[in-house]
């Protein structure tokens, strides 16, 4: 291999500016956290209501639900992205349209928070509706029976079970909301994967770029998934063998 | 107190409920008891709104329970229910089990219903115990933690689907001292037991259930040593021997 390694290139100035290559990264590195974590937030409040939603007695709300999972569910991600950024705004009234095209503030971070959000939701509903669903159905008419209302059932019985059951596979969907975010790049976020595109063509360091990339999308992941080892750890139940059925 | 008039329900096209009528006076304990699957949890449930019904009328301490305007909550909250599998809430202590529905549903203080709550763990011989999650005592202790929990709703009625079927046999006694107790001091209740000794004990009568229908409803002296119905005789003779 014919390559001149160069480790150093990452406290090298950028060309015509007085910042460093990992100014660079570290800025797409805090666009990276702000788009997940902005997503993460969405994602986990939809879906957990959706998910709710999706496991009522009654017919409506269930169909609403689905309608909402297989909608996200099966387009991909990237056309989600410029659906939401080049095609939702020219459905929008006329003055709201104008707005969103020509001022609104931090268009392409809030559009790409918003359609990641909304993706991983679904993914999270599916979750949180099977956590729910494995729940033995005598601890709802338990609840019931005491005269808690239907919400006050979800929110102090229902849910807290179902979200401890759920807890592993929801952190893999938190792992894959820092690897997605890079799809933000598309519509412009100046996010990790963006920044390393544009360090690539100007240092023409590709490979260490990319190696670096790859690490701090590592860690990421990494430290999503030790947080939430720590959520389950936490929030275990003494005596508790899960009783599913 | 409790009052069913001609109760009929279908799961699609099969009737698990056969024009059911009968009652519970203030005071009383009914034991209603039936082979597997003749309709007794579905009746039991019907009472509190847990189950909708398609035809017949109940009625509990004068609220109509199928009645579209009813407040279920509120009728439930006045309605003890305990269940075969104690459905204690796992994930929360003993004493936030007894506290949950007494600070939301009756909007007591904190303080008011710990203090509540534990009376009624001493009553059930479970003082000790508050700070415990459900996993971490036996069957007979969840179950009477839960009714400790029932009562803690100061409810005008309990009801009881099979509270001690899921038990191991050396933990039933310790139940039913409590549901006899219970009886003694005047608690209305409609129990779904075989436990025929507690039935002779403090039933005033039996209710006895086939198929979905109320086949007999008799005082319990007279259906225990002379049922009508070849059926009750029967299913008595099976139990009794077990
Ligand atoms: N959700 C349901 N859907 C259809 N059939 C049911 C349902 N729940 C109960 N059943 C049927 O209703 C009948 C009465 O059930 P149940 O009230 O549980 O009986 P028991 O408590 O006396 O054993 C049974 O035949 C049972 O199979
Ligand atoms: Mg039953």
Request: proline share 5%.
């Amino acid at each position: 291999m014919n390559y001149h390694w160069n480790w150093g290139i990452f406290l090298e100035q950028v060309k015509g500016g007085d910042e460093t290559y990992l100014d660079w990264l570290l800025t797409g590195l805090g666009w990276t956290l702000a788009v997940s974590l902005t997503a993460w937030v969405i994602a986990l409040t939809l879906g957990i209501c959706i998910g709710a939603l999706r496991s009522m007695p009654s017919r409506l709300p269930v169909m609403l639900g689905n309608a909402w999972v297989e909608l996200f569910r099966n387009i991909p991600l990237l056309v989600q992205m410029f659906l939401w950024f080049f095609v939702m705004p020219e459905f929008l009234p006329r003055d709201w349209s104008l707005w969103v095209k020509q001022d609104m503030p931090a268009k392409e971070f809030l559009t790409a928070a918003l359609c990641l959000g909304l993706f991983t939701s679904a993914r999270v509903a599916e979750q949180v509706r099977a956590g729910v669903g494995s729940l033995p159905r005598g601890q709802r008419d338990a609840a019931l029976a005491l005269g808690l209302t239907l919400p006050q059932t979800y929110r102090h019985v229902i849910l807290p079970q179902a979200l401890r059951i759920v807890i592993p596979p929801l952190t893999s969907e938190f792992m894959n909301v820092f690897k997605n975010s890079s799809v933000a790049f598309a519509i412009g976020v100046l996010e990790l994967t963006f920044q390393a595109r544009q360090m690539q063509e100007d240092s023409e360091q590709g490979i260490e770029t990319f190696l670096a990339v790859t690490l701090l999308y590592f860690i990421c992941a990494f430290a999503a998934n030790r947080g939430m080892v720590l959520i389950e750890a936490r929030t275990r139940v003494p005596g508790l063998i899960a009783r599913t059925g | 107190m409790i009052e069913i008039r001609n109760l009929s329900k279908w799961y699609g096209q099969t009737r698990v409920l056969a024009d059911c009528s009968t009652h519970v006076a203030k005071g009383e304990v009914v034991v209603v008891c039936g082979p597997s699957g003749s309709g007794k949890s579905t009746l039991i449930k019907c009472v509190n709104g847990l189950e909708p019904f398609a035809r017949g009328s109940i009625t509990v301490d004068g609220v109509s329970v199928g009645d579209p305007g009813t407040d279920l909550p509120r009728l439930r909250a006045r309605v003890g229910m305990v269940f075969q599998h104690f459905e204690l809430f796992p994930h929360m202590s003993v004493e936030q089990n007894l506290a949950l529905a007494q600070i939301k549903v009756l909007g007591r203080s904190k303080d008011e219903a710990a203090a509540r709550g534990v009376a009624l763990l001493d009553r059930v011989g479970l003082r000790e115990h508050a700070r415990k999650f459900p996993g971490q005592l036996s069957g007979g202790q969840q179950q009477r933690v839960a009714i400790a929990r029932a009562l803690a709703m100061d409810p005008v009625c309990l009801l009881f689907d099979e509270p001690t079927s899921a038990l191991d046999p050396e933990m039933i006694g310790e139940v039913l001292d409590v549901m006899v107790e219970l009886a003694r001091t005047g608690m209305t209740m409609m129990c779904v037991s075989h436990e025929m000794g507690f039935a002779r004990k403090v039933a005033k009568r039996v209710v006895f259930m086939d198929h979905g229908e109320i086949v007999e409803d008799a005082p319990a002296a007279q259906f225990f040593e002379a049922p009508a119905s070849e059926r009750a005789r029967t299913f008595l003779a099976r139990i009794l021997h077990h």
